[in-house]
């Protein structure tokens, strides 16, 4: 018998709904995994609550697993990865501030806007503060900001799997409940590392118009 497209629909919001219970579970495991004492607050950058969770969905890691911090957070990643590839569109906007940085304009909220996956622009938020009084006499700060800075949520997802991998001394994570993309994020390594400490915030991302999919 042909699958009816409410067939379709149903087996793709059971999909979500399993992935989005998978990650929350995911999220609590990030946490517990994490060398920072304090608890990780995930920011709220959309307002829809996250879909119940399922009476049939399977369970996070098989009874008595044993799994490592690394391969734990590696695993969580990859399940808010894949609640991320149910997304409506590949054409997006969000909102992206860096917490690392010599220069304010450096750390300044920005727009990111991507389509087809890629990063098309960025512009300042209207709340961006670009100089903070410490920049040396003469400096400019950029007309915009520097694109290739910054990134799509693919890219972020693979700049904290890579960071990750290069074993650091501090991992703090948290992802949004909706589409699973990553919202704060702090990586530091130890003094003399030659890895480079991430960390950012993003939130309100919302599908734009752009060319079909």
Known sequence: MPRTPQHLNRKQMKRTVSLALLAGLFAIALVACSSDPEPTATPRPTSTPAPPAGID????????????????????????????????????????????????????????RVIKSEVEDVFWADNAVLTDGTEPAGFEVPDAPVQDSYYSIEGLFQLIEDAIDADPARVSLGFDSIFGFPTTVVIEFPPGSDHKNVAFFAAQLVPIAGPPE
């Open 57 to 112: 969905a399977p369970p996070v890691l098989p009874s008595g697993a044993e799994v490592d911090r690394k391969t734990a957070m590696l695993l969580g990643i990859d399940l808010h990865r894949q609640l991320w590839a149910t997304r409506p569109s590949s054409n997006y906007k969000y909102g992206f501030q860096w917490n690392e940085g010599e220069f304010a304009y450096e750390r300044a909220n920005v727009e990111v």
